[in-house]
Each structure stands twice: as C-alpha cells, then as structure tokens.
C-alpha cells in the first residue's frame, strides 16, 4: 500500500487515477513536492476484466470520473497542472491514463474485440470527461461517461 495524504498512510487514491496527493496551499519544496507527487500517481493494478472491451471500458470511465471528479481528485489535477510551464506533470498523468487503457485495449483484442486507439479514446472519453470535471461539472455523472464510451465503441442509444 502507498500513502496518500489525503486519506492517510496505507491507503491509496484508487486504481484509476492511482494515488491522489492532497494539497496544501504552499507545499514544501515548491516544484519538487508537486513532481514528487506526480511520479507516485502511477496505478499499482491493471484494470478489471470484466469480458467485454464494453464493459471493461464503461467500468474504467466510471471509475476514472468517480476518482477524478471527487475533492481529492480536483486537488490532484491542480497539484499536477500548479507551476508546470513545460507540461511535464500533466504529460506523465495523461501517460499514466493512456497506460491504462492501453491494458483494456490490447485485453479486448486479445479476446478479437474491435477496439479503437488509446489516442481515440483519450481524445473522445478522457478529455472530454476532463473538460467537464475542471469547467462544467453540474449534472456530470456515470451516465455521462457510459455515453462517451458507447460513442467511441460506436454504439448508439442511451
């Protein structure tokens, strides 16, 4: 187990967003603390098999959105995005959510899913649901995500 200090030691951020360092308003060691952070964020599990590139990916966005969407979750985007000109922090956080979905991706191709890219679904579920977290979070919900995922598959209907 890591410790995040926002829940406190032995206990993680989730598996989606990995471990989601608290904030404070003037943290020791400046851009170092907040790199610091940034590196310990790696997810320690694969996602879930759940059978189904589908299902797979709707459990990865509701979980991704539940993480990232929650107090701690909103701090760690700050966190990553404070005092980073050259994009180095938010470049490794996108790293760590394109690694995931790498994992879901080449899991249902294995099983002979069509399965679109990692930049597809960065770009069409990723983003968007991190758009709507930072800028226009009423009414954001798993219902949102499950769309975006239903999208990118090609799926229609609600």
Do not use: K
């Given at each position: 187990?890591h410790?995040?200090?926002?829940?406190?030691?032995?206990?993680?951020?989730?598996p989606v967003?990995g471990r989601?360092?608290a904030?404070?308003?003037?943290?020791?060691?400046?851009?170092?603390?907040?790199?610091e952070r940034?590196l310990?964020?790696r997810?320690?599990?694969?996602?879930?098999?759940?059978?189904?590139?589908?299902?797979?990916l709707t459990?990865w966005?509701?979980?991704?959105l539940?993480?990232m969407?929650?107090?701690?979750?909103?701090?760690?985007?700050?966190d990553?995005?404070?005092?980073?000109?050259?994009?180095?922090?938010?470049g490794?956080?996108?790293a760590?959510?394109?690694?995931?979905?790498?994992v879901?991706?080449?899991?249902?191709?294995g099983?002979?899913?069509a399965?679109?890219?990692?930049?597809?679904?960065?770009?069409r579920?990723?983003?968007?649901l991190?758009?709507?977290?930072?800028?226009?979070?009423?009414?954001?919900?798993?219902?949102?995500?499950?769309?975006l995922?239903?999208?990118?598959l090609?799926?229609?209907?609600?």
């Open positions: 187990m410790e995040d200090v926002a829940h406190g030691p032995g206990r993680d951020g989730g967003g989601c360092g904030h404070d308003r003037f943290p020791p060691g400046g851009g170092r603390w907040i790199r940034i310990r964020l997810p320690d599990t694969a996602p879930e098999d759940h059978g189904a590139l589908g299902s797979d459990a966005a509701e979980q991704f539940d993480e969407a929650s107090p701690t979750g909103r701090a760690y985007i700050r990553a995005l404070l005092g980073d000109p050259d994009g180095g922090n938010a490794r956080c996108s760590y959510a394109a690694d995931q979905l790498g879901v991706l080449t899991r249902a191709a099983r002979g899913d399965a679109p890219d990692v930049e597809t679904v960065m770009d579920v990723v983003a968007p991190m758009y709507r977290i930072l800028f226009r979070p009423d009414g954001l919900d798993a219902a949102y995500a499950r769309r995922v239903a999208e990118v090609g799926r229609t209907g609600p």
